[in-house]
């Protein structure tokens, strides 16, 4: 079953935080938070040269040193400075060139690549009738990486089955060595595949208590 959708508005006060002497950009962007070891993708709302609101899909708190990765330059380092419901604000360790996001918010030529997480997961894969074991490395909303034992040829169409995201009508982009890179005919939506990996690592550490 499909996630609803996260209401998308910001509380008030949350914007009353906003320092009016720091400029802040409104973005919409989607990006990857690392926090110990474990990755989920998050919006970015607004950013500025010290610090960003993000809307999140993973338990943060108070406190907790981060990973942003908005595919600059280079990964953003910051901690957690508040938290309000899946609404958290991150200060960055550094300062960052907020021009920098906004010409890659402008470059419209440009197509970013979408934001990848690493998993460990498993899935099948439909070749007309037939259906192989696969293992899933990482995923995006566009995409799959995967580990399958049959030789596939670029351009082939097939289907990704993944317990909790259904079935995903797909194509060959590259092969390598066993190592299978698909992109989605049609893309996930954040909420579904967040959704699928909070669950997915919820499941990985209840294993590991066991």
């Not at 954040?190 to 690592?201: E, G, K, N, P, S």
Request: aromatic share 6%; hydrophobic share 40%; net charge positive.
């Amino acid at each position: 079953m499909a996630a609803k959708p996260v209401p998308l508005s910001i509380p008030p006060d949350i914007k009353d935080d906003r320092r009016d002497s720091e400029r802040h950009m409104t973005i919409f962007r989607a990006g990857k938070i690392t926090h110990a070891n474990r990755e989920n993708l998050c919006l970015v709302r607004n950013i500025s040269s010290s610090g960003a609101m993000a809307q999140v899909f993973q338990p943060l708190q108070v406190g907790d040193q981060i990973y942003l990765d908005l595919r600059l330059e280079e990964r953003i380092v910051g901690r957690i400075v508040w938290v309000r419901g899946e609404h958290v604000g991150i200060a960055f360790s550094l300062n960052i060139a907020l021009s920098e996001v906004l010409r890659s918010e402008l470059d419209r030529g440009h197509r970013r690549r979408a934001p990848r997480v690493n998993v460990e997961a498993t899935g099948r894969l439909q070749i007309g009738d037939d259906f192989l074991p696969v293992a899933i490395d990482n995923v995006s909303q566009t995409g799959t990486r995967i580990f399958c034992t049959r030789s596939l040829a670029t351009g082939c169409e097939v289907r990704l089955w993944v317990d909790g995201l259904g079935a995903m009508p797909s194509f060959v982009r590259w092969t390598k060595d066993g190592i299978v890179g698909l992109a989605f005919l049609k893309s996930l939506s954040i909420w579904d595949l967040t959704t699928w990996v909070r669950d997915l690592t919820l499941a990985t550490i209840g294993q590991n208590k066991a």
